[in-house]
């Protein structure tokens, strides 16, 4: 269409924000990969791993129900954007079942949002199912499945401080 | 350590540019997944859809020996990142394995380097071996399995002419 570019966006585009904020990775030894990835960068220091687990606030829940899952997880900031890695620590979660199907990998890419639950309805309405959810005490977070063609898990977090 | 920071980056870093280019998702039908994606992202109109083949000045290489993979690839810019859709179309190569074996999902994240001989070498010597190797005219790309802790595929990205 003439005088149109691809970069130009319609109204009723699913994600407004076009910052990728994160890359997740699934691992199973986070104490060794988060030295493989503080060599990798040369970064000084190991970041410190913590661990993720429900919060009462915001508890987990996996497709539907509650659940007890747990992970490791360690950040590395690079220029533009943030690694995660995550271990899962079992309880069922879509960690623990990207470890035990694909196994380690990429597992997700991530967006700021405001309005979680509008995002919950609107990407359901199409195609994009939420499949975990859950937070702490400023903040939460929705793993979508991006069934509508999209081919990967999508993660929204919303900040309530910002 | 006094002082210091986990930004902070010694000599020895395998990887000097620390912004991240691209994310690559293997898919199994490009022209569902492009139009999912640009629905998504509201953009105006589904990006070129272009056919990756061999080049007769960087031939594709895959675990050592020539292969004649192909591929569709179609990318959508982000504000900070680039999202590359890449649909296998047979011959030996990563992405075809990777489908095969993991189904569609992520498979890579890209960086831009300079000199890239030195990187296959390093690479190789911290426990990162090349696996696929190809390019064209004014560039060429190497894959990199993260076989060290990294648990993902790495790209390195170099053009030519810049």
Do not use: C
Not at 45 to 61: C, F, M, Q, S
Not at 65 to 84: Q, V
Not at 125 to 147: A, D, K, L, V
């Amino acid at each position: 269409m003439l005088g149109l570019t691809v970069e130009q966006k319609r109204s009723d585009a699913l994600i407004s924000n076009k910052q990728m904020m994160q890359v997740g990775i699934i691992v199973s030894d986070i104490e060794k990969s988060a030295e493989a990835w503080t060599n990798f960068l040369g970064n000084e220091e190991i970041p410190e791993i913590i661990v993720a687990t429900g919060d009462d606030k915001n508890p987990t829940e996996f497709k539907g129900k509650p659940s007890d899952a747990k992970a490791k997880l360690a950040f590395f900031r690079l220029d533009n954007i943030t690694i995660e890695l995550i271990e899962p620590l079992g309880g069922e979660s879509t960690w623990q079942e990207f470890l035990d199907t694909k196994g380690e990998g990429i597992h997700h890419i991530a967006f700021n949002v405001e309005g979680m639950e509008s995002y919950i309805k609107n990407f359901g309405e199409n195609g994009i199912p939420m499949i975990q959810h859950g937070g702490w005490e400023t903040g939460e977070y929705g793993y979508f499945e991006g069934s509508n063609g999209l081919t990967l898990i999508i993660e929204l977090l919303e900040n309530y401080n910002q």
